[in-house]
């Protein structure tokens, strides 16, 4: 049951939040092999002000098309990380068209029993 919260600057049009919350899921179902129906998105919009990177790190360029994405998660393998993140760069550069210098992963990682969900409590 990851939760995904996705930051990117204000006035991004509702295809385009769509497509990048898309982009990930299914990224996620063919890395860490979650069910379509396991989906749990928070999508934040921020003012130029409020969504603050360094333009060049490491002598990458970035713009101002940048997503943060933080996706919390039960621990996994190293190489499921991998492909979830090679995979998550691909498929926002096919919709809705980022580069993959404008996309910053990071992953936290809590135990099972920090996690609720009803469904979970009735099986």
Request: no cysteine.
């Amino acid at each position: 049951m990851p939760l995904v919260n996705i930051s990117l600057r204000k006035g991004a049009t509702l295809a385009r939040r769509r497509a990048i919350a898309d982009s990930i899921h299914q990224a996620m179902m063919n890395a860490l092999e979650i069910p379509a129906d396991d989906r749990f998105q928070l999508v934040h919009e921020h003012s130029p002000e409020n969504m603050i990177q360094d333009r060049t790190f490491f002598g990458v360029e970035r713009s101002e098309n940048s997503v943060f994405i933080q996706i919390v998660i039960n621990h996994r393998d190293v190489s499921q990380k991998k492909k979830m993140y090679e995979l998550i760069v691909e498929n926002l550069g096919k919709d809705p068209g980022i580069r993959k210098e404008d996309v910053f992963i990071g992953i936290v990682e809590v135990p099972q029993e920090n996690w609720w969900a009803f469904a979970r409590s009735v099986g």
